[in-house]
């Protein structure tokens, strides 16, 4: 069970308030809780105090890092099935889902510890020539300053993670706006660093909504902005100012399956209906276009719509639910309403098709127009479309057929085919043998076109979140 009530952090401390945010079971839709609101006055003092901790953060050693980052793990694991019962209710994540995503919170704290030890320099050599004899240049990493982050709903933990462990890792204090539809995860992860020897002012979580949370994207003490979300983002680019911004956007992800798969297809399907369905497709990097090469389409269609149908759908907490809610009823409507558009359009629906609230059946279809919106936008929800191609160059350009470009699978036993696919794929990230929904958290992550810009990743996120700083000597 979730607390009747949780508080905001403020420079590490828990904060009350006189209004408090409904949040609400998305299977049941009853209260599940409620969270404190902050001011704009508390706002102003996150911020100030993330400045005033700038130093102490930056003064805060590698080792001390590591162990606030290794306290976090422990507590994490300790308080596993909390965590997941949170997710369930909050974001309506099946239960061994929400058990997944606790899992790799605690592996991208434990990735952050890793790396708050490797935060090394270089030395350069810069006798290049008979004048330069005698010189030579060392560089180091040192920690950017106050950060602002701002996350979604859809992973409220493990996206939380990606942010606010590379800036404990790197030493820069933080203030977090998470999802105010799923808050109750980071307050958390917030209750978790409270309990450690963190500077005063390292770290605010605010439960702002998106119209009072202008101070975290505009404000010139911040150096750094990180949001994941919507197209918003490009917005709040504009408006950040001189501050370094990474964006993660979302897209609507391709894999193709190649003709030399037939052997492979109770496999392929098996991972294609994982990555399509999973959180019901509430992920950026889900399965929304298949495109099968001619000679598998149509076996590859019968497996993909006789498993897709076996999908059991209802009440997340039950541990044989694969398909829970959608976030809310009006982004259930507006995908429904996207399937219908395609299907006026001459789309077919193989299986699915049907909304009951905010419970959207797992949906296949074909035959959806190239400019419908289920096939051009992100569907963001348990929606899959199939096309055949008759040759690797076709179904290339029918992924790159897209404003979006975060990452693409491709099932093939072709080396030819998996190294151009990695060519020329407008992708941040290409994952062969399996669905573009795979992700390590340590690997690079993020997008290119309207997905955004810049990468996540453990490491990747902590050199955003430092300066380099150059030395030359001469003897």
Partial sequence: ?????????????????????????????????????????????????????????????PWARQAVLQHCVDRFSARRDELAEALCIEAGKPIR??????????????????????????????ELAARLDGYHGYTKR????????????????NLVAHKVAPAI??????????????????????????????????????????????PLVEDERFKLLSFTGGQIGWDLKARAGRKK???????????IVDAD?????????QRLVFGAFYQSGQSCIGVQRIYAHADVYEALKRKLVAATKKLKAGDPRDKSVFLGPM????????????????????????????????????????????????NRMEAFGPFALLAPFQAIDEAIAMVNDSDYGLQAGIFTDSLEHAMRAWDELEQGGVVVNDIPSFRVDNMPYGGVKLSGLGREGVRYAIEDMSELRLMVMRR
């Avoid at 308030?17 to 609101?37: E, I, N, P, Q, W």
């Avoid at 991208?108 to 030395?123: K, Y």
């Avoid at 040192?142 to 933990?157: A, D, E, K, M």
């Avoid at 798969?261 to 399907?269: E, M, N, R, T, Y």
């Fill in 97 to 126: 889902d929400a058990a997944g995503e606790v899992t790799r919170l605690i592996e991208t704290f434990r990735i952050a510890a890793e790396e708050a030890l490797r935060i090394n320099g270089e030395t350069l050599n810069l």
């Fill in 1 to 61: 069970m979730l607390n009747k009530t949780y508080p905001f952090y403020l420079a590490n401390q828990p904060q009350t308030a006189k209004t408090m945010l409904d949040v609400f079971d998305k299977y049941s839709g009853k209260l599940a809780t409620r969270v404190a609101v902050p001011d704009a006055k508390a706002v102003e003092k996150a911020i100030a105090a993330a400045v005033k901790a700038t130093k102490p953060m930056r003064e805060f050693k």
């Fill in 261 to 269: 798969q037939d052997g492979k297809l109770d496999h392929i399907v």
């Fill in 327 to 374: 976030i809310d009823e009006a982004a259930a409507e507006r995908l429904h309403g996207w399937v219908m558009e395609a299907k006026q359009a001459g789309g077919r629906i193989l299986c699915g098709g049907k909304r009951n609230g905010n419970m959207l059946d797992a949906t296949l279809m074909e035959h959806v127009p190239p400019d419908a919106r289920a």
């Fill in 169 to 214: 890792a790197a030493g820069c204090p933080f203030v977090l706006k998470p999802s105010e539809k799923t808050p109750v995860g980071a307050l958390i992860i917030g209750e978790v660093l409270a309990e450690t020897d963190l500077p005063k002012g390292a770290f605010s979580i605010l439960t702002l909504d998106g119209a009072h949370a202008a």
């Fill in 142 to 157: 040192v920690p950017i300053g106050p950060v602002s982050f701002i996350t979604p709903f859809n992973f409220p933990l």
């Fill in 245 to 255: 911004v990474t964006l993660e956007l979302g897209g609507n992800a391709a894999c």
